[in-house]
């Protein structure tokens, strides 16, 4: 269900209505061209990031058309009446090939690969890079975070301090990072996530007392309750009062589910207040920790032992903090059907000519060992080499491999089966247990090799010769 349908083919930078009106203008309109998607860095210095946000990619490209409004509003910007008249029966047509959504991937490979002519596939850069990139942190950030927290469950609490409607595909893309549950009743239902929710200090303090409060929730919510304890005094009142109450639905024949804590010294809390519950009987009660979490505070409570069963998180998760934004880019890599190149003084931003695909080379424990960028008609490679450093390459005979590129997308129909966001979920739980644990630690990761093939480095290095004059 795409979030927005008006008028979405205004969904992009102005340039790229100026380039496409350009294109057409010049007779270069139906011009072939070849488009990758990249990245440069892992965010929040980590050793791999979670490609996400495929599935919203395609429902945007659906309704990316030029409805009635937006032709109104280009002619007003002064765009050409021929060049409009094209754009009133735009659709995108052209071919994406793809990883898998939530597959575990590293900087400079080109994890998408957009086909078609030179305006289509030029319009749709900004949406690409705004769904991608964004999905993609969030994706990532929610793994470190489940990383940290183990098997204890994981609720995205981030709807009210997310940047606006990013909050949709934010919950979605925590999810697939690893996330259990949402408090985002929207993207609920939308996404099929299950919704969560305990009850806010205002809710306590509607009433004459916590006690009351209590009552009147645990009378409302009896087979799914959790009481929030810090409102006036967690240890002498919201405690004791918790469990006044767990005991009042004990002979009702239900049992409180948990209590929540949202302020405070979290670690000191929660061994208090499992001690609190533990010696009144009531050791199936969970404790649930929130407050400003990330993944670093969450492993520093659980290595000082805090008996914290759940945790809820939100600013630091669906705003992806400390990283504002996944660096992802799209570069053009072959127009009718020739290979380009772009160059910089900064060999990190050579671009890499030509179709290319990824291959995936797995170690003698069949764990992710390395990843090869090759020309799309390759098959067999021994040698792989660094991306800019010329004394490094990685000899991969005899490694298994998989292709990780294919064909996802092609004339407005989606060429794979459609996942659940839970199918995708689980897809990168799996694919994140074959990465080895040295790419998942905070504090310095070991970095993942990925290199070019001997044949797509020559024809690079065979590029920068030629703009540079001949000189080597």
């Not at 791999?48 to 002619?75: H, M, Q, R, V, W």
């Not at 709807?159 to 993207?187: E, H, K």
């Not at 309750?225 to 918790?242: H, Q, R, W, Y």
């Not at 390459?393 to 092609?410: A, D, H, P, R, W």
Request: glycine share 6%.
């Amino acid at each position: 269900m795409s979030i927005i349908k008006k008028s979405l083919g205004l969904y992009l930078d102005f340039y790229e209505l100026t380039m496409a009106q350009g294109y057409f203008l010049t007779g270069r309109g139906n011009l072939k061209a070849n488009f990758d998607y990249f990245f440069r860095n892992n965010p929040f210095k980590s050793g791999y990031t979670i490609f996400a946000g495929l599935n919203d990619l395609f429902e945007l490209l659906n309704d990316f058309k030029f409805d009635d409004e937006s032709i109104d509003y280009l002619n007003q910007l002064g765009f050409k009446d021929e060049f409009i008249d094209y754009l009133k029966s735009f659709s995108f047509k052209g071919t994406i090939f793809s990883v898998n959504e939530g597959e575990i991937v590293f900087p400079y490979e080109p994890v998408v690969r957009v086909e078609g002519n030179i305006i289509e596939t030029q319009l749709i850069e900004s949406l690409l890079l705004n769904v991608i990139n964004f999905e993609s942190l969030i994706a990532t950030k929610a793994r470190r975070i489940r990383y940290s927290a183990g098997n204890r469950k994981v609720a995205d609490f981030g709807l009210r301090r997310a940047q606006g409607l990013s909050a949709i595909f934010a919950s979605r893309a925590a999810v697939i990072g690893g996330v259990d549950n949402t408090s985002n009743v929207l993207s609920a239902f939308i996404y099929d996530i299950n919704p969560t929710g305990t009850q806010a200090h205002s809710w306590i303090q509607s009433f004459e007392d916590e006690l009351i409060a209590f009552r009147k929730f645990a009378e409302l919510y009896p087979q799914n309750c959790v009481l929030l304890v810090d409102t006036f005094d967690t240890l002498k009142s919201g405690i004791p009062n918790a469990i006044k109450v767990a005991k009042e639905l004990e002979e009702k024949g239900y049992k409180l589910s948990a209590i929540r804590l949202d302020s405070g010294d979290l670690a000191y809390l929660s061994k208090k207040a499992r001690k609190m519950l533990d010696d009144a009987g009531l050791n199936y009660v969970k404790i649930i920790a929130s407050n400003q979490l990330d993944e670093y505070l969450i492993k520093s409570l659980i290595e000082q032992g805090a008996p914290i069963d759940a945790f809820g998180v939100g600013t630091n998760l669906i705003t992806g903090k400390n990283d504002a934004a996944l660096d992802g880019v799209y570069k053009i890599s072959m127009t009718d059907n020739k290979p380009v190149i772009k160059v910089s003084d900064d060999v990190s931003k050579v671009t890499l000519p030509g179709i290319k695909t990824i291959f995936r080379y797995y170690n003698g424990e069949n764990k992710f060992y390395a990843d090869c960028i090759a020309l799309n008609d390759e098959d067999e490679i021994d040698i792989m080499h660094h991306p800019f450093d010329i004394y490094k390459q990685c000899n991969l005979t005899g490694l298994k491999k998989e292709l990780l590129i294919s064909k996802v997308y092609e004339s407005g129909k989606v060429l794979m089966n459609i996942k659940s966001t839970k199918e995708i979920a689980e897809f990168t739980n799996y694919r994140f247990s074959l990465l080895p644990e040295e790419h998942k630690r905070f504090e310095y990761p070991h970095v993942y090799k990925v290199g070019i093939s001997t044949k797509l480095k020559n024809l690079r290095d065979e590029f920068i010769r030629k703009m540079k004059g001949g000189v080597k």
